[in-house]
């Protein structure tokens, strides 16, 4: 460069052996008289340029790191917001949970509570923090479970199980509480949470339900139920301890009158007082249970001898005989009881239930009040009502049954002006089946009414059978039952009858006892009214074997009395039966009713009964009762006499 030097000039130069390397070249310009001359410095720079190089790598390094390291602090930074921002929710989470929170440490003394916690337990978070949880001490008396949860959380992390607990104020709750170990970096478990859940809304309601699955809800006593599964539970033990147990079935005489008479709710207030009145019969340990209706059951377990249990079976025989106070009124009632014994009798709670329930029946037919142990010979009597049963199920749709009729006998006019339809089963299995084994069977399953509907319309249509034959008017009279008496629906099944077989209202009687109107006195009334303004007959059957007859006369629409047979069979050697006869005779007949004398079997008691002006007799001694045929063959001929 003209008129200046040169400095700091870099360049590179080629040596002798072929290489390139840096160098610096200063050149300065200098003057010797006119002689302009150049002084060059040249300088080798390669370390130089190695140590720049070295540097300038260095720099672009450390440039690197440091936006490396700057994100990986903007990541942090974001992801220590984030964490604390997701700790800020989850504790917002947790102290708007409706479930308690409760954070321990390793000595189960609290760390921190959430809100929840006061509002379940009661205990506010400063007097509670640095304490026990009121349900460890809770879970302290219970040693075994206590254990349970020291295992479940040290060993495997967690634990939880239903308990009550108490609050604050002593109120109970119940809770679900579930522990969670808390481990550090080490793994190692430092802490504990723990989340209470208030079930107890949940419990009452299982409560509730496993009560009114369980437990008969008038008298609070276990119902069929539970009482299957105490008998079922007691069995294997006393095989295991070879213990004896009893049972007893426990059937109330009379309650039927008492609830049908002074209503449902007297009924049931019995029945709640004589649920109170056998537990203070029984010993620790024993259960009463309602099976249904007047029916209890007794399961006495862990007996050494079956001679315990008759004392405490007269022990309620006693309690049942004292007056029941119920609002005003004063009610009597007894227990029948039935006893069977395990091993003894039967070694399944089917066969002891069976076998308790044959044995209460036997002590009703030895006059009830009174216990009776199961034997040998109920059993025979139970297998035969099981194979009654069986067959009355089918019996009606196979056309098993038959009506047989039992003419009557005007004594004044000698002429046959009426008869008693029967009932007759003859199975082709059992044969001819007796009227007092069957109708009792079908009253208790209920088919009574159903086959009581049969019997009403084919004794409607024999009437019509024999009017069209050219008989005389035979009025037919029909057993009702007090099934069929209490069915809303009979009138107008009688009406159908009626209707469907053409005849009047005066071909048809219907009898009923005494019991029956005692035991459905206003639907009695209704019904045997609305049937004697169709026009017809009512007669009062067993008239005298009841309590009080002569009210009914009044009370009640009846047209004929029937005089019992328990009377008429003794008429000719007993003065009593024959003062009674004569006495009902003449009160009848001053009412206008007729009177028919039943059970007639001799000469002397029709030679009587025509003395004190009987209206109608009925017996053997006149005719036993007749298949339909034979009763228009019988009826004809007696016709053709007159």
């Not at 008298?219 to 301890?241: E, K, Q």
């Amino acid at each position: 460069q003209a008129g200046v030097g040169v400095s700091g000039c870099e360049e590179l130069a080629l040596r002798k052996d072929g290489t390139v390397f840096p160098i610096e070249i200063a050149v300065t310009k200098i003057y010797h008289g006119e002689q302009k001359l150049f002084i060059a410095s040249i300088h080798d720079i390669t370390q130089r340029k190695e140590a720049e190089k070295e540097i300038r790598r260095a720099r672009d390094e450390l440039e690197i790191r440091v936006e490396e390291r700057t994100r990986e602090l903007t990541q942090e930074v974001g992801e220590r917001r984030r964490a604390e921002e997701s700790l800020r929710l989850a504790g917002m989470v947790i102290d708007n949970l409706s479930e308690a929170v409760v954070i321990v440490d390793k000595k189960f003394n609290i760390v921190s509570v959430n809100p929840a916690f006061s509002l379940i337990s009661g205990y506010p978070s400063k007097d509670i923090v640095g304490k026990k949880p009121p349900f460890v001490n809770t879970l302290k008396d219970n040693n075994s479970l206590y254990k349970k949860m020291l295992t479940g959380v040290t060993k495997n992390g967690h634990w939880e199980e239903e308990l009550w607990c108490v609050r604050k104020d002593g109120l109970e709750y119940a809770a679900r509480i579930s522990f969670s170990a808390i481990t550090g970096e080490d793994g190692v478990a430092n802490k504990f949470a723990a989340v209470v859940n208030d079930i107890s809304e949940r419990k009452r309601a299982e409560e509730r339900i496993y009560y009114q699955a369980n437990f008969d809800a008038l008298t609070g006593l276990p119902n069929r139920a539970l009482f299957h599964d105490r008998l079922n539970s007691a069995l294997p033990i006393m095989m295991r301890t070879k213990r004896k147990l009893a049972l007893m079935f426990i059937d109330l005489d009379g309650f039927k009158l008492i609830n049908d008479t002074l209503g449902h709710n007297i009924g049931d207030l019995l029945l709640k007082e004589t649920a109170e009145r056998l537990n203070s019969c029984i010993r620790k340990g024993d259960t009463v249970a309602r099976l249904g209706g007047d029916e209890f059951t007794i399961i006495m377990p862990n007996l050494l001898d079956s001679h315990n249990a008759p004392l405490v079976g007269q022990r309620i025989l006693d309690a049942l005989t004292k007056p029941f106070f119920l609002r005003g009124h004063e009610a009597f009632v007894s227990g029948s009881i039935g006893i069977t014994i395990y091993p003894d009798d039967a070694e399944d709670a089917y066969d002891l239930l069976r076998n308790a329930d044959a044995a209460m029946y036997n002590a009703k037919d030895q006059g009830k009040a009174n216990y009776q142990f199961y034997t040998d010979e109920l059993n025979k009597e139970v297998q035969e009502r099981l194979v009654l049963k069986n067959g009355l199920g089918k019996a009606l749709e196979n056309g098993e049954f038959e009506l047989f009729y039992q003419p009557k006998l005007n004594l004044l006019e000698g002429t046959i002006n009426s008869a008693e339809a029967l009932m007759r089963w003859t199975s082709p299995e059992l044969g001819s089946i007796s009227p007092a084994k069957f109708i009792p069977l079908m009253e208790e399953t209920g088919q009574v009414v159903e086959v009581g509907e049969w019997a009403l319309l084919t004794a409607c249509r024999q009437h019509k059978a024999w009017l069209d034959a050219g008989l005389p008017h035979i009025r037919i009279a029909v057993n009702l039952s007090a099934r069929q008496l209490r069915d809303l629906s009979f009138v107008t099944i009688v009406e159908n009858a009626l209707k469907e077989t053409g005849i009047g209202p005066d071909g048809l009687e219907i009898e009923i006892t005494e019991s029956m109107l005692m035991s459905d006195s206003a639907k009695a009334v209704k019904a045997l009214g609305e049937l004697h303004d169709m026009g017809i007959h009512v007669a009062m059957d067993d008239f005298g074997t009841g309590y009080s007859s002569l009210s009914y006369l009044k009370k009640f629409p009846i047209d004929t009395i029937k005089i019992d047979q328990s009377f008429v069979a003794d008429i000719a050697t007993d003065k009593d039966d024959s003062e009674i006869i004569r006495t009902i005779i003449n009160m009848g007949q001053t009412l206008n009713r007729k009177i028919v004398a039943e059970g007639v079997e001799d000469a002397e008691q029709l030679s009587i009964l025509r003395d004190f002006k009987c209206d109608e007799i009925q017996g053997y001694f006149f005719s036993r009762p007749l298949p339909h045929a034979e009763a228009t063959k019988f009826i004809r001929e007696q016709a053709e006499k007159i």
